[in-house]
């Protein structure tokens, strides 16, 4: 009988989440949001397809060599060339995992498969077996769950079980399933599958019709103990269980519940904001928990009750979620030490070099801004931590803009070249504004050919002198393909920062033509 006193959380954040259209990510923001959820105290930290492309595998290589008190996931379809490449990635992890997979849906079996049902039987029980040869740690998912036959299903839980998966995880791949439907799926299970004890139950849920929280927290009511979800809810189309909103109903509603997680929830907001920051996507201000109008009181009746005690109109606290109260403003004059402090009370702990560079980015900052609150710590880290790695290609050494409104926009730029011996090279080129002078710039230096798409522009703070993100689409056509990116820049000036989004998205697209990982985007792996 397996142990199932808290609900097991299982981030598929760095695989369905990244693996659906514009989220793409590096090895080095892979390794960055790996390390937050650490800090988050995930369970799993599911990390890649290896066998999907070199860049997948990698990346599964070196969170697996880098995440210490979490196990890795590797994901595997049923059969030996998966599993295989999946071990090998993952074999250097302190606590590794191998996940498999094969539909079990008729309408899977048939069109998409072309196999029968004792095929698809026999490849979950062998895929069990060979990921069993290499780890105890094997999770077997019965894809498209909740439109099988409820026979079937309990039938290749029952083989996959007794073939030595240690969690059985039901999919609702196309998220067509209600909660009130999919608790007594998982009911029947437990009903039905002789041997459902000796396995941990999981659920994945997508999120098609809105209903992947709610059908998450029926089946933790019906006896699952393991939840796979990702940050902001991202993943494919509608995408998945959005980890804050499931954790924080399991610690909201725990008189309900009775069942914890081990999620440390303060690093909840640092981790919502550190994806939008690598992946460029903000979340809708009213989203759940990490939606900027989450906490927000804007009725005057609301606002009264708030004020008079908390709880009249708040269910949760702020504080809870990592939404700080500090009072504690950081300027140009702060030291050393009191910024540190504040970067470990918000849960950060940078390395000797990340601190160097940090303090350059906040010096610099300081310099043009009189008060740097979180919000703007969050992303000056992110950006020390990654941006200057020296894997990617380009890195700008300089911008200078010069607009106005009866002078043309003309933007000087530097960037040096990592792929090419670090030479440097410069253009000044004209535009309509700073943002087209300069990414004129930057095409001229680098030769590309990939086009902006899009562009946003948000605030990280309030004022003039607010920190602003810009975002951009980007794409490129290679090998017959369209590839598409996102690109992020930060900076206090909005024509600088649109530049440095520009520079990232090139980034982003020399990272998916290098590591081979353009490949697995651009055939869209849909699962
Ligand atoms: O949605 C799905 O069915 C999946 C499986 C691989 C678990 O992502
Ligand atoms: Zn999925």
């Not at 079980?161 to 399933?177: E, F, K, L, M, Q």
């Not at 504004?433 to 798409?453: E, P, R, S, W």
Request: charged residues 25%; glycine residues 6%; proline residues 2%.
């Amino acid at each position: 009988m397996k142990k199932r006193d808290k609900i097991i959380i299982f981030d598929t954040t760095l695989r369905d989440g990244e693996q659906s259209p514009g989220f793409s990510m590096d090895i080095e923001e892979k390794l960055l949001f790996a390390d937050q959820l650490e800090k988050l105290k995930v369970d799993v930290i599911e990390a890649g397809f290896p066998v999907i492309s070199d860049g997948d595998f990698e990346a599964v290589q070196a969170i697996s060599e880098r995440v210490k008190k979490v196990q890795v996931a590797g994901l595997a379809r049923a059969n030996n060339k998966d599993i295989e490449v999946a071990w090998e990635a993952l074999k250097k992890a302190k606590h590794p995992r191998i996940h498999t997979f094969v539909s079990s849906s008729d309408i899977h079996i048939k069109y998409q498969l072309k196999k029968s049902r004792e095929d698809v039987l026999k490849m979950a029980v062998n895929s069990v077996k060979k990921a069993r040869s290499y780890t105890d740690n094997v999770e077997f998912s019965p894809m498209d769950a909740t439109r099988s036959d409820l026979g079937f299903l309990a039938e290749m839980v029952y083989e996959a079980i007794r073939a030595g998966a240690a969690t059985i995880n039901i999919p609702d791949t196309v998220g067509y399933t209600v909660p009130s439907e999919f608790y007594n799926i998982i009911k029947y299970l437990f009903e039905n599958v002789k041997n459902i004890n000796d396995a941990i139950i999981s659920v994945h849920c997508h999120n098609d019709l809105g209903l992947a929280v709610a059908n998450s927290v029926a089946a933790i009511e019906a006896g699952a103990r393991q939840i796979e979800c990702t940050i902001n809810g991202i993943g494919e189309r509608a995408g998945n269980t959005a980890m804050e909103e499931v954790v924080m109903a399991i610690k909201t509603r725990k008189d309900r519940f009775n069942i914890d997680t081990s999620i440390d929830t303060k690093q909840i907001m640092a981790a919502s904001k550190l994806l939008t920051h690598i992946t460029g996507v903000s979340v809708q201000p009213n989203k759940a928990i990490v939606g900027n109008n989450a906490f927000a009181h804007e009725s005057g009746i609301h606002q009264d009750g708030v004020l008079k005690h908390s709880m009249t109109y708040e269910i949760m606290k702020p504080e809870d979620v990592g939404i700080s109260k500090s009072t504690l403003v950081l300027g140009k004059h702060s030291g050393r030490h009191a910024v540190l402090n504040r970067l470990k009370s918000l849960g950060f702990k940078l390395k000797k070099d990340e601190i160097d560079r940090f303090f350059k980015y906040f010096k610099s900052l300081a310099d043009k801004k009189k008060q740097i609150f979180d919000e703007d710590l969050i992303v000056l880290i992110s950006e020390s931590k990654f941006k200057e790695a020296e894997k990617r290609r380009y890195k700008i050494e300089n911008v200078q803009i010069s607009t106005g409104m009866f002078s043309p926009p003309m933007a000087m730029v530097t960037i040096k070249d990592h792929y090419n011996n670090n030479t440097e090279k410069f253009a000044v080129e004209h535009g309509n504004g700073g943002v087209d002078a300069g990414v004129n710039a930057v095409k001229k230096i680098t030769g590309t050919k990939a086009k902006l798409k899009a562009f946003t522009l948000a605030a990280i703070t309030g004022g003039s002198d607010a920190l602003c993100e810009v975002s951009v689409t980007v794409a490129e056509k290679y090998k017959g393909r369209e590839l598409k990116v996102f690109g992020t820049g930060i900076n206090i000036d909005i024509s600088v920062a649109g530049i440095f989004s520009f520079v990232d998205a090139l980034n982003k697209l020399e990272y998916l033509k290098k590591s081979g990982a353009w490949k697995a985007k651009a055939e869209n792996v849909n699962l």
